[in-house]
Every structure is written in structure tokens, then in C-alpha cells.
């Protein structure tokens, strides 16, 4: 695989790495900030049934201490006769707009009910405790039918004793019905007791959903206070400060993040609670929209990266091509190579040093070409010198030869003068030879 596809497929690589990271990532984000969103609901919700539960408390407390004061001597009276007790009470009861409105003796005995009859005779004994307390905070209640009420109770006192007492109050539920309660969530839930009654739904309640939320929202085993916490005012505690997750719950192939605000009494003991189911179906929908925005966006980035490493490698591995086609000119002798590029940085300076180290090769080369026909000519020289040398002896002999035959005036000077003759001659001719084979030499082609 060449430099230059390596390092495209480098750069592809790393940016798939990145852009798998940031959706990952994005995803975790998401849901996360869902779930804050979620808690903050909850929150919220929390708020608003804390700040409903005062009002309807302040209402009720503010209606039963109006009916003590107007109409508490003729109460004491009526309660003389059970007759003259309901007339009175029935009176009193159209004039008001409490969902409850009780009337009890000293005794805690129930002796008129304005919305349930049949409570009469029913000894009451934590209204009561409650009338002789004079405790002016309302109360969270569980009424027959497994009913959430929040109630207020005046009591009607002489001389510190309580002759009777007026609870008033409202049914949670029905009030709750009436507000607005728009905090994100698909399902609101009044818990009365195990009895879930639907106050907010932007879908069908499936029975599968509603016992799975009925279930988280049912007091864990610590969820009676310590005696030394059991007058709390606080009618029900925080449910956030304690944990930092929602629960999830599964119904279909659907899932819900719910939150749970518990409903307690003046006792800290778990009456009900409001549960809030919200769908993580927007969630999914904003992951999934974030998620295709990102795949375009990688897909982009992928061709932008791979477009940039082709750049990229294309500036780096072009020096390098030319480098290596350099090497391989000046391999095969051609010392005249030279490498033009418009490269830049380390590039640059790899092909001036390659260049100059091709001129230094060249310079060298020649002076070592040049000291080698220098030694190849005295080589030759010395030879020459030794093969011209061999056939002079022969000459020089004969030419003495004849001389003293001449001087001496020898009878056989014409045979002698033949015979030196002859060796001169054939020695001139073997001078001749070796002239000739010097001259070829010197013909032969310059070495590359």
C-alpha cells in the first residue's frame, strides 16, 4: 500500500474515531439532560402540590374558624339535640364550599356530616387529639374509600376544655382535577392508599404501566419517621434530596422516567403519592433527529477529511516520489540528475540536501575517474617502457656486433652484417607491433 493511501485512510480513520466519540457522547448528553429536565419536573410538581396543599389548608382553616366564630354559642346549644344539631349543620353547610364539613363533641363523637350521614356516632379520636391540641396546620387525611383530604379543625373550648369541635376540609383528588398540572408528564396519578386515580393522561393507561407505578411509589420499609420526628409539620419530605436518578419502568416498548412525590401525614406516615410517568419518546426523537444530523455532518466530514489527506499526502508524498526517482536515476549512473519541487519545510530541505549529495557524488566520481586514468597511463607507461626496452637490447647488440666485425675487417662481415641486419629488422618490427597496440589502447572509450 503506498505513503499516500495510508495516510488518506489515517485521516478517514481518526475522523470516524472522533465522530463516533462526539455521538456517543451527544447520546450520554441527551439523555442525561432529559433526566435533569425530568428531575426538574418532579421538582416542580412537588411544588405545586406543596403550594395546592397549603391553599387548600388555608382555605379550609380560614372556613372553619369563620363558622366557630359566627356560629360557635348555637352549636354548644344544638348539640343538646340531635335534631336541632343536623338543621343547624345543614344550614351552616350551604353556606360553604368545603367538601368536608364535620361537627363533633367533647367526646370526639361525630354528630353531624355534612357530606356522609353515616358517620354519625363515629368517634373521631385524631380529630380530637388534634381540636384539643389546637394545632392550626392542616392535615393529610385518608377518608373511607381510601380518599385523600386535606382538612383544618377548630375546636370550641371553654375554661381550656373542648366542648366541640368543626372539621372542614377537601378532597384532594377533585381539587387537583381542577388545576392545571402541566408539568411534561403523560401520566399524573393521585395515589390514594394502593387506588391510583388518573389526573393527567396524554395517552392510554395501560394496566401493565399502572401496577408498575403503583409499585415504585409504595413506601419503602423506612418510610415511618423516628418518634422524635413524628409531630413534623412537613406533610410530606423531599423525595429528590436524597437521589440523584429517576426510575425507569417498561411497558410495551415503551419506556417512562417517573417521579414520585410522596403524600404523608401529620405522623410521617405515607398516605399516597402524586407519580408522574414521563415518556421517553421525545427523548429517543431529539437522540435520533441529533444523531441523523451527525451522520450527515460525519458523512461530510468524512469526504472533507479524506479529500484534505489526499491534499495533505499529496504535498508530503510527492518530495518523496521524486526522491525515490532520483535514487533510482543517480543508481543508474545518471549523476546529472537533478529534483525540481515547490515543496516546503522538511520537503524542501530533503531534496536540496539529495541534489547536493548528487553534485558531491558527481565531483567525487570524477576525481576518482581521473586518478584512475592517471593510474592506468603509468601502468601502461611502465609496460611500454618494458616491452620497448626488450627489443632495443637486440638492436644495440647487433649494431656493436657489426661495428667491430667492420673494424676488424672480418672475412664473414658480410655474413655477420646479414644475420644483424636481419635482428635489427625484426626487431623494429616488433617496436612497430607494440606502437600499434599502444595507439589502439589509446583509442579505446573513456570509462563511464
Known sequence: MRLRTKIVLVYGAIFLLLMGSVILAASFLISGTFERVHLQDVEKLQDIINAEYKSLGKQAGDEVARIVRANGAEIVLALNDVQDARDLWRRIESGTGLDILELGDGN??????????ARFGVVDREALRLAKS???EPMLRVRPGNRLTVEAIASISLKGKVLAFVTGGYFLKEQLLKKSLDVGADFLLLLQEKNPALIVSKDDLSDDLKDKLVEIAQPSSDSKAP????????????PLSRR?????????????????????SR???????IVAAFSDKQSKHTQWTLIQSLIVLALVGIAAAYLAGYLIARSVTRPIQKLVEGAEAVASGNLDHRIKTDAHGEAKFLVDSFNQMT?????????????????????VARTMAHEIKNPLFPIQLSVRTLKRAYQADREEFDQIFDECTETIVEEVENLGRIVDEFRDFARMPKPQ
Open 108 to 117: 370526639g363523637t361525630i354528630v353531624a356530616s355534612a357530606h356522609e350521614p
Open 134 to 136: 389546637k394545632a392550626k
Open 227 to 238: 418518634k422524635d420526628q413524628a409531630q413534623t409539620r412537613k406533610w410530606f419530605p423531599n
Open 244 to 264: 440523584t436518578e429517576l426510575p425507569e419502568v417498561s411497558a410495551g416498548n415503551k419506556r417512562y422516567t417517573v417521579g414520585v412525590v410522596p403524600l404523608k
Open 267 to 273: 405522623r410521617n406516615v405515607q398516605l399516597g403519592a
Open 359 to 379: 553534485v558531491s557524488l558527481k565531483e567525487k566520481t570524477e576525481r576518482l575517474l581521473a586518478a584512475e586514468r592517471i593510474a592506468v597511463w603509468q601502468d
